[in-house]
C-alpha cells in the first residue's frame, strides 16, 4: 500500500537554497518532501495534517562539529542522548568528531560507530575520521579505507599537526583520493598550557594566554600548503579578525577552501571569563569583541561558510576545576539555534541567510543531501518559534553532561517540532 503523505500547513517557510522566505505548506512521504507550496495552500486531501501556527519552518540544522563518547566515554555522551539533545535543538544531522577511545582511525571503528549510531541516534549520524593515526600528527591513516568505510571527511579533532612535512603529505593524499581535510588552525607551541587570549584583560586575571597571532599563523601555513597541494581544506573554527586576511586571499584565488566559527565565538567574548568561570574555557579560547563583531560581520557576508555548536560534553568534576586546570569546551546541540537567533533579532543576518550557514553549507560541504526546501530533498526539518523567549535551565538538557555557557540565560527561539526522514522525533 502507498504510505499516506504527512502535511505541514500554516507554515513560514524558509528555504536556505532559493533564499525564499513566506507563507506556504510541504507535503511529505516516504522520508522525502514530496511537494512544495509557495503562499495559499490549496486544503490538503489524504493523509496526517499539522498545523504549524505560522512559525519557520526550515531545514534541519546540520552540526558539522560535535562530540559523542561512544567508543570510549558514555558516561559523557551516547549516541543515545547526543540524538536526543540534537533533536531537541532542531538539528537533524551531525558529524561526530574521531577523538573517541580508541580514535577512530581503522575502518573497523568508523563502521561499528555507524552501526551504533544507526541503532541509537534519532538523527542522521556521519562520521570524520582520524588524518593521523592516534591524532599524534606523525603517521598518515589509510585515507582511503576510512572514506570507503562511511567516513565523510578526516581530521584530528582538537589537534593541530605542527610538522609541515606531515600535513602536506596528508595533502597531497588527500588530493588523490579526493578527501575533505578538516583541520584545526592554533599553532600549538603557542597554545600549549594556555586557557585565555591574549591581551590586557588575561594580564588583569593572571591567566596563561595565548597570542591571536597563533590562529593565523596556522591558517596561513594551512593554506600554502593547501595551494602547494590543490586539496579540499575546511578550517573547522576561526575565531580572530586576523585569520580573515588570509582565508579571503585564498577564495579570491580559486582555493577550495571553507571556514567554520563556533557559536560560541558568534556570540561570548573574553569578558564573559571575568569570574573563571569553567563553562566559558573553550578551544581556541573566548576572543575580544572585536574579533567576535569581525566573525559576525565574516558570517553575514559568506567568507565564514558555516556555524557549528562545537559540541563538547564533560561531567562535572572534569569542569569544577579552577580555571586553568578545567576541561575546554561546552554543549552546544540544544543552544545552537536559539544562541544563533541572536544575530536575526540584533539585524546582523538574514534568517534564510543564517539557515543557509546552519544547513545548506554544512550539507553541500560535506557531501550530504539536506537543506533544502524542494522536491525529492529529505524530509529533515526543524519548527521554531523564532520569538518565544526563555531561560535556559542547564539541569533541563536532554544531553548528559550540562556543561553550557548559556545557563541562566535569556534566549529567544524554541524548537516546537522536528522531523527527520519524515518522522517526527521532538515534539515541545
Not at 514530496?34 to 534541519?60: F, I, K, Q, S, Y
Not at 559523557?76 to 558529524?95: D, F, K, N, P, Q
Not at 603529505?169 to 578527501?179: D, E, I, K, Q
Not at 603557542?190 to 593565523?216: D, H, K
Request: with cysteine; net charge negative.
Amino acid at each position: 500500500m502507498t504510505q499516506p503523505p504527512l502535511h505541514l500547513v500554516n507554515a513560514r517557510l524558509v528555504d536556505p537554497a532559493t533564499g525564499e522566505d513566506g507563507p506556504g505548506a510541504l507535503r511529505l512521504r516516504a522520508g522525502v518532501i514530496e511537494d512544495v507550496h509557495r503562499g495559499a495552500a490549496p486544503a490538503p486531501g489524504e493523509g496526517t495534517v499539522v498545523d504549524c501556527g505560522g512559525h519557520v519552518l526550515a531545514p534541519g540544522l546540520v552540526d558539522a562539529r560535535v562530540f559523542v563518547g561512544e567508543p570510549g566515554a558514555r558516561h559523557r555522551e551516547s549516541h543515545r542522548s547526543a540524538g536526543e539533545a540534537a533533536a531537541a535543538g532542531g538539528v537533524t544531522t551531525l558529524i561526530q568528531q574521531p577523538d573517541t577511545e580508541p580514535v577512530l582511525d581503522d575502518p573497523a571503528l568508523v563502521q561499528f560507530t555507524l552501526a551504533r549510531a544507526r541503532e541509537a541516534s534519532l538523527v542522521n549520524v556521519h562520521v570524520m575520521a582520524a588524518l593521523t593515526r592516534g591524532l599524534a600528527g606523525t603517521e598518515l591513516t589509510e585515507q582511503q579505507f576510512l572514506l570507503d568505510a562511511g567516513a565523510v571527511a578526516l581530521t584530528d579533532a582538537d589537534h593541530a599537526v605542527a610538522d609541515a612535512r606531515v600535513f602536506l603529505a596528508c595533502l597531497r593524499y588527500a588530493t588523490s583520493t579526493g578527501a575533505l581535510v578538516v583541520h584545526h588552525p592554533q599553532e600549538p607551541s603557542l597554545a600549549r598550557g594556555t586557557c585565555a587570549t591574549s591581551g590586557e584583560f588575561a594580564s588583569r586575571l593572571g591567566l596563561p594566554a595565548v597570542p591571536a597571532l597563533a590562529e593565523r599563523m596556522m591558517l596561513a601555513r594551512d593554506l600554502a600548503l593547501v595551494e602547494a597541494s590543490g586539496a579540499r581544506y575546511h578550517a573547522d573554527q576561526l575565531s580572530t579578525a586576523a585569520a580573515l586576511g588570509p582565508l579571503r586571499r585564498a577564495k579570491e584565488a580559486g582555493r577550495d577552501v571553507t571556514a567554520g566559527v563556533s557559536i560560541h565565538h558568534l556570540t561570548l567574548n573574553e569578558y564573559d571569563i571575568a569570574d573563571y568561570r569553567s563553562f566559558f574555557r573553550m578551544e581556541p579560547p573566548l576572543r575580544a569583541e572585536d574579533d567576535r563583531a569581525a566573525m559576525v560581520e565574516a558570517l553575514a557576508e559568506g567568507l565564514i561558510d558555516l556555524v557549528v555548536s562545537s559540541h563538547l560534553p564533560w561531567d562535572e568534576e572534569a569542569k569544577r576545576l579552577p580555571f586553568e586546570e578545567a576541561a575546554t569546551g561546552a554543549v552546544g546541540l540544544e543552544t545552537l539555534l536559539p544562541a544563533a537567533l541572536r544575530l536575526v533579532h540584533g539585524g546582523h543576518i538574514s534568517l534564510a541567510a543564517l539557515f543557509e550557514r546552519l544547513s545548506l553549507a554544512p550539507a553541500r560541504r560535506f557531501g550530504l543531501p539536506g537543506g533544502r526546501l524542494a522536491a525529492g530533498a529529505p524530509a529533515d526539518l526543524v519548527l521554531v518559534d523564532i520569538d518565544a523567549p526563555f531561560v535556559l535551565d542547564r539541569s533541563t538538557l536532554r544531553a548528559k553532561s550540562k556543561n553550557t555557557p548559556f545557563d541562566r540565560q535569556r534566549l529567544e527561539g524554541r524548537v516546537l517540532g522536528t522531523w527527520v526522514g519524515g518522522r517526527r522525533v521532538h515534539t515541545a
